[in-house]
């Protein structure tokens, strides 16, 4: 089992949304900068959102304007708001530090967009 635990996935139709949620494994672990990651079929992880202990965000540029990374610190929760979501944004979507840490990777949860 890694370091976290991801929720929210589904299957949505174009145009809909999906909240992803991300917390530790063991709630002892207390989260600092974090980063929301997919993986698409063929494709290598990829970042898509970051955010540091603050609260500053970075976003790939093709989830800009559509997603919104945020936290809750006090349920030591990272959440992804998916917005406008399209056919390319599915995937197995995975949270981790930015710079990911091999032994953290959970199991993820899997985002599918289709009509």
């Known amino acids: 089992q890694g370091q976290f635990v991801e929720s929210g996935g589904g299957l949505v139709q174009p145009g809909g949304s999906l909240r992803l949620s991300c917390a530790p494994s063991?709630?002892?672990?207390?989260?600092?900068?974090m980063g929301w990651f997919r993986q698409a079929p063929g494709k290598q992880r990829e970042l898509v959102a970051a955010?540091?202990?603050?609260?500053?965000?970075n976003y790939a540029d093709s989830v800009k304007g559509r997603f919104t990374i945020s936290r809750d610190n006090t349920k030591n929760t990272v959440y992804l708001q998916m917005n406008s979501l399209r056919p390319e944004d599915t995937a197995v979507y995975y949270c981790?530090?930015?710079?990911?840490?091999?032994?953290?990777w959970g199991q993820g949860t899997q985002v599918t967009v289709s009509s």
């Open positions: 981790n530090v930015p710079r990911p840490r091999d032994d953290y």
């Open positions: 955010i540091s202990s603050g609260g500053n965000t």
């Open positions: 063991r709630s002892s672990f207390s989260m600092s900068a």
